[in-house]
C-alpha cells in the first residue's frame, strides 16, 4: 500500500546489490511512495549483482562508485543532481564489508590493514558522504539521510568482530554531522538499527542460522524484515518526523529491550535438561 | 498534508484539554489520516476545557474517564468499541501530574501521598490501560500503543522532581507490557520523548522559559512543536512501524544527543563575561 | 584481605537476612575494612533471618525498621548516630519485595494494591531514607549512597514482573536525588546493576536456576557473587571514588554489554539441533 | 593516603607528559598503593615532557614506543616484563590525538588522512595495546586494562570534532575485547569517561574555559580532577572490581546523568535577561 509520502522527493540509495538487500526494498518502497532517486554501488557490485532490473522497474539511473572515494562521491552527486532535476532530499547509507570477518580473521588476531579497511568502508564512507553533500550544498532544507547500523554496537556479539566497531563510529558520525547539518540547514541524520537480515551480506556471518533463530524467538514480534526495514525507512525520509536526529532507531522487534524472553528460555532449557540426563 | 495513513483506523486519545495539547494536535492530525476515535480525559479536565470543540470537528465522542480507575477504563474501552464499530488499532496515552510540582514541594522534601498520586496517575495509569484493553482483547493484531515522555527519565533537570521518577517508570511499563503484548497479540508499545513543549501542563513548571531558551538553542533543529509531535505520533500509529516496540523515541530536534552546542555555549559564554567585568 | 578503606566510617546496610544476602557480604567486609554500623531490616525479617549472628560479629547494633515508614527511619537514624557516635558515611539499600511475583500474578494480570507496594517497598522507600538522612543532615560531606538494582531496569526479563518497574523507578530516584544531595551535601547516590544472585530473595523467581546459567555463559567473566557485590560497594563507600555519582554501575560479569556469547549459542544451538533430528 | 591496593601489582602506564596528566597521576597514586610498572609514550612526547621526574620517583622504566606500531609494542610488552620480572596486572592507556583538531579544520571539512591518524592513534591502538597483549600471553588471570573516554563518544560537543568518534570506537574496542579477553584469560576491560580536566591535551581544544565552567555547574560534584580519576582507577586495578567489565564508567561529578542544573541555568538566564534588558 502506497500514500505518497515521499512525492516529489528526490535521493540517493547506496548498496543494494540484489532482490534480499534491504537498500533494494527501500528503492522499491521510495519508489511507490512517488520519490526518484539515483542507485549507486561499487563497479563490481554492480557487475555481479542484479541492480539493471531495479534501475529499470524504478525509473533510475545506476551511478557507480566508490563510497571511499571523494572524486567518486563528488561525481554520483554532481550527476545524480543533474539526473533528478535537483538537490536530494533523502540518502540511505547501506554500505558495510569486513576483510576480517571475510577471511576468518578472529578479532584478537585482526589484520589491520584490513580493520582500516573495514572502518573506511564500513563508517568514514558516511562522513564522506556527507561531507561531500555539504560542500555542493547537496541535500534541500529539512532533508534526511539515514545510515544502516547493528545492535552489535552496543553489545558485544561472537563472530561479528571488528564490524562492532565500524558500527559504533559509524553512530558516532551520524550524531556528530547531525549536529552540524541540523544547526546549519536543517537536515537530520540517523542510523537505524536492524534485525539481523539475511540478505548476500548478512549470510556470510558464520553461526547466523542459530542466531536469526535466538533473536526471532527473544523478540516479542520476532525478527524485522527487510520490506519491513523499507517501511520504517520511508517514515523517516517523510516530512513527518522532521525533529528527529541524531538518533539511533531500533528496528527490531523489540530485541534491543529484551533481556530474556520465554520463547528463547524454552529452548535454551531444553538443551540444559538433555545435559542433565546425559550425565 | 494528509496521506491517509490511518484510513479505517480507530483509536483512543487521552489528555487532549485545549488546542495547545498535544493529544489535541495528535486527535486533529489522525482525522486529517483517516482514523476515528474517542477522547477521553478526566470530567474535571473536560468541564475546563475545550474538549466539545474537538470533538465536534473530528466527529469523536468523548467520554470522561478517570485513567487510574479500572472501572472508568473498562466502561471507556467498551463505550469506545461501541461507538467506533470494532476494536481499537492505536491509543495514545498523555497523562501526567505532580502534587508536589504544583504544591512547590521541593525533591528533597515530598509529601509521599502526592508522590503516589504522581505515580498513579503518571505511570501506573498506563499500565492500567493496557491491562484493562488486554483482558478485554480490544485492541487489533499490529495495534500501536504510545505514551508521552521526557528527557528528565534519563537525566536530571532541577525542578522537574517527582515526574522524572514517574517517566522513568513509565518507560519500563513500556518495555515490560510491550513484551508480552507483543508475543501475544502482535501489539507494540512505545514511549515519544518529547522537547519541553508549551502545553498548560508544561508552563506550569516554573523556570520554564529559560529551559525552553536553552533546549531550543542546544538542538540543531530546534525544539519540537506540539504539531511535529503529532506528526511523528502517527508515523508510529501507521503500518509503517509494525517492528519498532519497546522503544523510547526521542523527538526533540537533537537534544538528546547534544553535550554542548555553539548556540547554547556563546549564551552562557556572553554571562561568564559579565563576571569577569564587575569583578 | 583487607585494605582499611572504610578505616573510621560509620554507616547503616539495610536488607542482611542470612549469610547467602548480599547485604550480609557488604556487612561482613564493611568490618573487615574497619568501617562500624548498625544493621536493619524489618521485625519479621530480624525474627525469621539470623542477624543476630551477624551483629555479634561485626559489633554491629540490630535495629527493626520499615524502611517505608517515616517514623521507623527517623527512630533508625537517631539511633544508628547514637550508636555510633556521630554521622553517617555510608548506606547500602538492599531491599526489594514484588507479591506479585509471589503470588503468581502475572504482569497483565497484576494486583494494583500489590503493584502499590512493589513500588513503596522496593523504590519509594529508597526516597524516604534519601529524604530522612536529609532532613536530619545525617551524613557528612562525601558520604556514600548506593542501592542494589538489576538490569530488568533497562532489559525485560520474563517473569521479573512489575519488579523490572521499580528497579527502573529506584535507579531513577538515585539519580535525582544524587543532584540535589550532590550538590548541597557532597554526598553520592548511585546503584549497582548486579547479577542474578541465588540469594533467598533472588531465588524466589520461577525459571531461576535456567537463568543464571544462560547470564553465567553469557558473561565473559561469569556471574557476579554475593562477595563480589560487596567487594565492589566497599571501592564505592571509599574516598576513592567521590566524584561517582548519579550512576548505575554494572557488576555482572559483562552480561550488559552482550549480544550473544559463543558459550551460550552453544548450548542454545544443541538444542535447535534436535529439533531437526526428531522432525 | 595510600591502602596497599595495588602490592605486588604490574602494569604498563601509557601517556604520562607532565605532572598535569591523569597517566602521571595514576602512576603516583599507583606507586603509593604498592604498584611497579614501566611508563610509556612517544619518543617526541617524552623529549618534551618531563617523564624522567615521574620514572625516579616511582622507581619506573620508561620505555619509549609509538602505540600504533606493532613492533614497538611487542618489544614494549617484552622490555616491561623483563625489568618488573613477570607478567603484567593493568594496564593503563591514556593516548588520544586530532590532527583535524589541531589544524582548526571543522567537522564538516576534515582532512581525511588526518582523520585515519585521529581513528589509528585514539581508538586501533588501544586495539593493538591489547592484542599485542593477548599474542605475548602478557596479562595475569584477573588483570584490569583501562582506557580514558570522554562522553563525547556519546553527545556532540561543538569543536571536540573527530574526538568523539574515535572515543565511541575505543569504547567499542573495550566491549568487543573484554568478551574475548574475559572469556579466556579472565581479564577485564572498562573505559573511564573523565570529566573535562585541564591537561595538555584538554586545554588545546578552543573554548575549553567556558566548557569547564559550564559542566562545573552541571555537575553536582563538580568537575573530576586528574587527582581523582586516578584514586578511581587504582579501584578498577585492584582486586574489588573483579567483575566489571566491557563497561564504560563515567567519572565526572555526576554531569552524564544532568539534563540541567539549577547553578548553570543561573548564568544561562542572566545573559538571556540582559538580552531583554538592550532590546
Known amino acids: 500500500m502506497a500514500y505518497n509520502l515521499l512525492k516529489g522527493k528526490k535521493g540517493i540509495i547506496f548498496g543494494a546489490l540484489n532482490d534480499k538487500s534491504i537498500a533494494w526494498k527501500v528503492a522499491e518502497r521510495a519508489w511507490e ?7 549507486s554501488n561499487t563497479p563490481v557490485a554492480i557487475r555481479y549483482g542484479e541492480l539493471d532490473e531495479l534501475g529499470k522497474k524504478t525509473g533510475s539511473k545506476i551511478i557507480p562508485a566508490d563510497a571511499t572515494s571523494l572524486s567518486d562521491l563528488n561525481m554520483l552527486f554532481e550527476e545524480s543532481m543533474d539526473f533528478l532535476g535537483g538537490k536530494l ?38 562522513h564522506k558522504v556527507l561531507q561531500t553533500a555539504r560542500k555542493l550544498n547537496a541535500i534541500n532544507e529539512w532533508g534526511s539521510v539515514v545510515a544502516l ?9 561472537y563472530r561479528y568482530n571488528d564490524m562492532a566497531d565500524a558500527k559504533a563510529m559509524l553512530e558516532s558520525v551520524a550524531r556528530s554531522f547531525g549536529y552540524i547539518y541540523g544547526r546549519d540547514k536543517k ?3 540517523n542510523t537505524i538499527s536492524q534485525s539481523p537480515t539475511p540478505t548476500t551480506a548478512g549470510s556470510g556471518v558464520a553461526g547466523f542460522d542459530g542466531l536469526m533463530d535466538f533473536t526471532e524467538r ?3 514480534l520476532g525478527n524485522a524484515t ?6 520504517y525507512c520511508i517514515t523517516l525520509f517523510s516530512d513527518l518526523t522532521r525533529k528527529v536526529t541524531m538518533q539511533n532507531l531500533f528496528h527490531d522487534g523489540g530485541f534491543s529491550s529484551m533481556g530474556m524472553s520465554l520463547r528463547a528460555m524454552n529452548v535454551y532449557n531444553r538443551s540444559l535438561e538433555i545435559d542433565e540426563n546425559e550425565d
Do not use: W
Request: with cysteine.
Open 187 to 189: 537536515i537530520r541524520v
Open 218 to 220: 527473544m523478540s516479542p
Open 33 to 39: 511512495e512517488g520519490a526518484t532517486f539515483t542507485l
Open 226 to 231: 527487510a520490506e519491513e526495514c523499507a517501511d
Open 149 to 157: 547500523s547493528y545492535v552489535a554496537a552496543q553489545r558485544t556479539l
Open 89 to 126: 532530499d533523502f540518502i540511505l547509507h547501506s554500505i558495510g564489508m569486513s576483510m576480517n570477518v571475510r577471511k576468518g580473521r578472529t578479532y584478537d588476531d585482526l589484520d589491520y590493514s584490513y580493520l582500516q579497511k573495514t572502518i573506511d568502508i564500513s563508517a568514514i564512507s558516511f
